[in-house]
């Protein structure tokens, strides 16, 4: 079934309310080129969106897999891949899975 342009914009207009950023991870260097740890290193993205934290048997019942994370997050579109780093609150979570689906999509994170 093919859902219509204006239902997707009607569900984002009334669900998707937390604003959401999407950050590339990868190996920090300092001025001189010395490794000083993993992080953020790239914002790719930026969305509203929706966020719940969940639990792993409840993710497991719901996606039919085991996935180790915590949150849910659900948007229109993005860019997102898993391992990049998912940003909201303040708060980085490493996203485990995109589920894309007609209406939307589900990112699967832990943090």
Known sequence: ???PE???QVIADTFYDKDIEIWKSGTIKDDEGSIVGDGKLEKI?????N???STREYIQQE???EIEANAIVT???TVAEIGN???YNNEDYTIKSLIIGDSHTTILVKG
């Open 1 to 3: 079934m093919k859902i």
């Open 6 to 8: 204006i239902f997707k």
């Open 45 to 49: 993205d930026s969305f509203k969106g």
């Open 51 to 53: 966020f719940q934290f």
């Open 63 to 65: 996606y039919g897999k």
């Open 75 to 77: 948007c229109d579109k």
């Open 85 to 87: 780093i998912l940003v």
